[in-house]
C-alpha cells in the first residue's frame, strides 16, 4: 500500500508541472507563467537538472533487522516545452523563425502572405510607409496575425519605434514623442524610463509586440550622419543611464526592447544604409566608451540586441561586425557572455548589399552567433536567404544543434512575453496621447 501511495504522488506531482502543459502562444490557450529571460536562463543545449529523490529511511523487518525500503518510482525529469516543440519543428520551420521580413503597402500583400504561410517567417517589420490610418493600421497588423494561425509560434512584430525623426507610426493619430537627444538634456533618468513606457503603450495600442529601440550608440562623433539625435548623448554615462531606463521602460509594458546598434554606431562619419562604415578602433578603446551602455544592458538581461553592419578591422578586417565571428562569437557572446537574441541589421542595407553577397552572409552570421536575420526590403532577398540557409543545414555547412540554438531563444523569447496572433481593436487613443502630452510637460521643465 505505501510502495502505491509513492507512485501515486510521483505521478501527480508530474501531472502538476507547469512544464507539462504544451505552450500554443494563441487566444484561448492555457498559457503558463513566462519563464525567465533566455539571456538569465540556461544556454538551448543544457539539459535541465532532475531533481533529487529523498530516499525514505530504513524500515525494520518482521525478525527486527533492518530491511532496505522497496525502491520508489524515479521522478521524471521536468519537460522543457520549447525543447518539445523545437523536437516537433521541421527544418523549414525551424529557418523561418530565424527571418524577420518587410514588405510594401499598408494592406496584406501576397509576397507577405506568402512569406508568412510558405516560408514560416517569425517576424515582420514594418515602417511608416505600412502605416495609413489608424484603422488600417489595425487591420493589416490583424491580417498579418491571421495569417500566422497555422505556423509554429505567434510572429515578432516590430518597428523602429524611437521618438524624435524615428517615428512609424501614424502621425496623425498618435502625440508626436521627441527624441532621445531631447529626453537625455532635462538631466532626470525617470523621463527615460517614462517614455520606454509610452512607446510600448503606442505599439501595444496596434497589435505590435517588439521594438527596435533604444539606440544605446554614443553620439561621440559630431560628423555622424545617421545617429545624432537618436542618441541621449554624447557620453557613455548619459546613454547608459537614460538608455538602460528606456529598456526597462519598454519591457515594463510588456513589449520586446531590441536595443542598438552593437558594437557602437556613435563614431561612424558612414551611414550604413548607405555605405559600409569602418570603425579604426581596438577592443580596448570600445570598452572605454561604445560598450559601457551594451555592458550595462547585459548585465541587466536585455532581451535583444542588434549588431550592425560596421567594418571594425583592428578585430575582423574580413567581416562587419553583423557576421563576424569575432564580434558575435568571441566578444559578444563570449567575453560579454550574452545569451539573449541577437538580431542583424537590415541585410539589405548598402553596407552589406555593396561589398557582399546577402545570402552568404547569412549564413556567415548564423555561424557567428546570430539568431535573427532581418531581410526588411525585398521578397526576393527573403528566399535567397532562407535557401541559402536551409542548403547550408543540407550541406553540413550548419548544423542542426546550430540552428536549434538559435530557435530555442527565439521561442524562450516569445514565451517570455505570452505572444498571440489575437486580434486587436483600433483603439482609442484619447488616454494615451493624454499621458503623452503630460509627460511632455515634465520633459519641457
Not at 507563467?33 to 539571456?39: C, D, G, I, Q
Not at 500583400?109 to 495609413?132: H, K
Not at 489608424?134 to 490583424?142: D, E, M, Q, R
Amino acid at each position: 500500500m505505501k510502495i502505491a501511495k509513492t507512485a501515486l504522488l510521483a505521478v501527480c506531482v508530474a501531472l502538476a508541472s507547469p512544464g507539462c502543459t504544451a505552450w500554443k502562444g494563441r487566444g484561448g490557450a492555457a498559457s503558463p507563467s513566462a519563464p525567465a529571460s533566455p539571456s538569465a536562463s540556461a544556454s538551448p543545449s543544457a539539459v535541465p537538472p532532475s531533481p533529487s529523490a529523498s530516499s525514505p529511511s530504513a524500515s525494520a523487518g518482521p525478525s527486527g533487522t533492518a530491511t532496505a525500503p522497496p525502491a520508489s518510482p524515479a521522478p521524471s525529469e521536468p519537460a522543457d516545452p520549447v525543447r518539445e516543440q523545437i523536437g516537433r519543428m521541421s527544418l523549414e520551420e525551424k529557418i523561418g523563425q530565424m527571418l524577420l521580413a518587410g514588405f510594401s503597402g499598408t494592406s496584406l500583400s501576397p509576397e507577405a502572405r506568402r512569406m508568412i504561410a510558405e516560408d514560416r517567417i517569425g517576424g515582420v517589420i514594418l515602417y511608416a510607409d505600412n502605416f495609413g490610418s489608424l484603422k488600417t493600421s489595425v487591420s493589416l497588423i490583424n491580417a498579418l496575425k491571421k495569417a500566422n494561425r497555422n505556423n509554429p509560434a505567434p510572429l515578432l512584430l516590430s518597428v523602429d519605434q524611437e521618438g524624435g525623426k524615428v517615428n512609424r507610426l501614424p502621425k496623425n493619430d498618435f502625440a508626436a514623442i521627441p527624441s532621445a537627444a531631447t529626453v537625455g538634456k532635462t538631466g532626470n533618468p525617470a523621463l527615460a524610463a517614462e517614455m520606454g513606457r509610452l512607446l510600448a503603450r503606442e505599439l501595444k495600442s496596434v497589435g505590435l509586440n517588439t521594438d527596435f529601440a533604444p539606440v544605446l550608440d554614443v553620439n561621440s562623433n559630431p560628423d555622424n550622419p545617421v545617429i545624432g539625435t537618436r542618441a541621449f548623448g554624447s557620453t557613455a554615462g548619459a546613454v547608459k543611464q537614460f538608455g538602460i531606463a528606456a529598456m526597462n521602460g519598454i519591457r515594463k509594458e510588456g513589449v520586446i526592447s531590441v536595443v542598438k546598434h552593437f558594437p557602437g554606431h556613435g563614431d561612424t562619419s558612414v551611414d550604413s544604409h548607405l555605405d559600409l562604415p569602418v570603425v579604426d578602433k581596438t577592443p580596448e578603446q570600445l570598452a572605454k566608451l561604445e560598450w559601457i551602455p551594451f555592458r550595462e544592458a547585459i548585465r541587466q538581461q536585455a532581451d535583444a540586441i542588434m549588431v550592425a553592419h560596421i567594418l571594425f578591422p583592428q578585430i575582423d578586417s574580413r567581416a562587419p561586425a553583423s557576421f563576424s565571428a569575432k564580434i558575435v562569437g568571441e566578444e559578444l557572446r563570449g567575453q560579454f557572455g550574452y545569451k539573449g537574441v541577437v538580431i542583424t541589421d537590415d541585410m539589405n542595407m548598402g553596407a552589406i548589399a555593396k561589398h557582399y553577397d546577402i545570402a552568404q552572409a547569412a549564413v556567415d552570421a548564423v555561424k557567428a552567433g546570430v539568431d535573427i536575420l532581418l531581410v526588411a526590403h525585398g521578397a526576393d532577398t527573403e528566399k535567397k536567404v532562407r535557401a541559402a540557409l536551409l542548403n547550408s543545414v543540407r550541406s553540413g555547412t550548419l548544423t542542426t544543434q546550430r540552428i536549434d540554438e538559435s530557435v530555442y531563444r527565439i521561442l524562450s523569447l516569445k514565451r517570455k512575453y505570452k505572444l498571440t496572433d489575437d486580434a486587436v481593436p483600433v483603439p482609442d487613443l484619447t488616454g494615451l496621447n493624454r499621458s503623452i502630452r503630460d509627460w511632455l510637460d515634465n520633459v519641457a521643465k
